[in-house]
Structure formats: C-alpha cells, structure tokens
C-alpha cells in the first residue's frame, strides 16, 4: 500500500511539473504570431493581450515602449507577414527566448517597408498568461 502511494504520489508530482514547465515551442510561436496579426490589423487590444505594457522595442529606430508600438501600429499599412525559421529556448519555468526570420510586406507613413528581418522576442508568464517583455528586430542586409 505504501507503495502504491508513492508511486502515485511521484506521478502526481510530475504531473505538476509538466503542467508548470516551459510552453512548447508551437505555443509560444502561435503567441508571437498572434502580436504580429494583431500589429497588422491595428488592432491595439489584441495587441495589448499579448505585449506586456512595460515592454521594451529594440529596432533601428531606437528603443520604444508600449506607448510608441501602438503610435507606430496606426502608421503601417501592413499587407502580409511570415514568420520562418522560428526557435525557443528556456531554461526556466516562466521566460521564454525567441529568434526567428520575419518577412514583412507593407509601407510605413507610404513608404514602402517591405523586407526581411532577424527578430526576437522574450516571453515571460505572468498572471497565468505569456506576454511579450522584449523584442527586437533589425532588417536583414540583401
């Protein structure tokens, strides 16, 4: 009976575990997917469901915050995006590290924007739900 207890006791326990570990790479590159749809369709609540509000932009045009990516959302007229080559890693329970390419078609103020570039993101799980914390992006050079 002992036995039997700690057996089911053990299983229980990893159970836990798995259930609080890291989110599998799809469910985190689904999020990431879901802030660039949300940037696309300015649509600033979608947006702001996923982006933590102090997070922090890191491109060419300097460093940003919530404020700025939602200023700069009503500029882009974004008509396509796709995310390729797309990987996570964590060594912990509640951040996430992205990378990935992202090819952009659109214009920002009319001009054209269009291009691909190195990205990434970090995630961190907070009230229950992954939010982006971090990102950055630079064009890559043709």
Do not use: R
């Not at 659109?106 to 001009?111: A, E, R």
């Amino acid at each position: 009976m002992k036995k039997m207890i700690s057996c089911t006791l053990m299983a229980l326990l990893a159970m836990v575990a798995a259930s609080i570990a890291s989110p599998d790479s799809a469910t985190i590159e689904a999020k990431e997917k879901a802030a660039w749809q949300a940037f696309k369709d300015k649509d600033a609540a979608a947006f702001q469901k996923v982006v933590d509000h102090d997070v922090v932009d890191v491109s060419a045009d300097g460093i940003s915050g919530i404020s700025k990516e939602l200023s700069d959302m009503k500029k882009w007229d974004m008509k396509s995006f796709e995310i390729s080559d797309f990987k996570s890693h964590s060594d912990e329970k509640d951040v996430v590290v992205t990378s990935y390419i992202v090819t952009i078609h659109g214009s920002v103020d009319g001009k054209d924007a269009s291009g691909t570039y190195y990205a990434g993101s970090v995630w961190k799980i907070e009230n229950g739900e992954w939010l982006a914390i971090f990102h950055t992006s630079a064009q890559k050079k043709e």
